[in-house]
Nanobody, 119 residues
Framework: QVQLAESGGGLVQAGGSLRLSCVAS????????MYWYRQPPGKQRELVAA???????NYADSVNGRFTISRDNVKNTAYLQMNSLKPEDAAVYYC?????????????WGQGTQVIVAS
């Protein structure tokens, strides 16, 4: 059974840092693009960062320069290093594994990890 398990969330002061991890099991992790999304309270889920299977990264404007996405294909883990955190970064953060297979898409989601940023 495919599982994505996020960890690393918690309470941090504004200006602080957190590193989120997403461990994948039962998938060919290296062949999947990995994404981090977040959903602030009362708002829609939004894309934060992406990394392709080849290691190309992309970021939302709101986090560019502060967040870094990375992956370790040996450990089947994706990371999101979050620095200079702001109160508006508070959200539940989700990782997503995505792969296009022919005409179909394979998508797997984690349960989420909450980030609280105290001002």
């Amino acid at each position: 059974q495919v599982q994505l398990a996020e960890s690393g969330g918690g309470l941090v002061q504004a200006g602080g840092s957190l590193r989120l991890s997403c461990v994948a099991s039962e998938i060919a992790f290296a062949t999947y693009a990995m994404y981090w999304y977040r959903q602030p309270p009362g708002k829609q889920r939004e894309l934060v960062a992406a990394i392709t299977s080849g290691g190309t990264t992309n970021y939302a404007d709101s986090v560019n320069g502060r967040f870094t996405i990375s992956r370790d294909n040996v450990k089947n883990t994706a990371y999101l290093q979050m620095n200079s955190l702001k109160p508006e970064d508070a959200a539940v953060y989700y990782c997503n594994a995505h792969r296009a297979v022919g005409m179909a898409d394979l998508d797997f989601w984690g349960q989420g990890t909450q980030v609280i940023v105290a001002s």
